[in-house]
Nanobody, 115 residues
């Protein structure tokens, strides 16, 4: 059974930090490209950050320099360190695992940044 379980969301003041985690099971984690997406109310889901199976990364322009994506292939977990948070970062954040064989999503975790 495949599971992607996000955690670490919450309420934080602008300028603060949060670290999201996505613990996976049921997939060959090291072979999956992992990504974080977010969806704010009334908006489309957008890519925030991606880390490949080869550990290359890319980021949305809006989060470059503030967010860092990383992965632990022993713990089968991907992380998103979010610093200098802004109210416009408020959204539900989703974890995504993609390989040649699969495309899986987590249930999401809410991040709310107050001004």
């Amino acid at each position: 059974q495949v599971q992607l379980v996000e955690s670490g969301g919450g309420l934080v003041q602008a300028g603060g930090s949060l670290r999201l985690s996505c613990a996976t099971s049921g997939i060959t984690f090291s072979r999956n490209h992992m990504a974080w997406y977010r969806q704010a109310p009334g908006k489309q889901r957008e890519l925030v950050a991606r880390i490949s199976s080869g550990v290359s990364t890319n980021y949305a322009d809006s989060v470059k320099g503030r967010f860092t994506v990383s992965r632990d292939n022993i713990k089968n977990t991907v992380y998103l360190q979010m610093n200098s948070l802004k109210p416009e970062d408020t959204a539900v954040y989703y974890c995504n695992a993609v390989s040649y064989y699969n495309d899986y999503w987590g249930q999401g975790t809410q991040v709310t940044v107050s001004s």
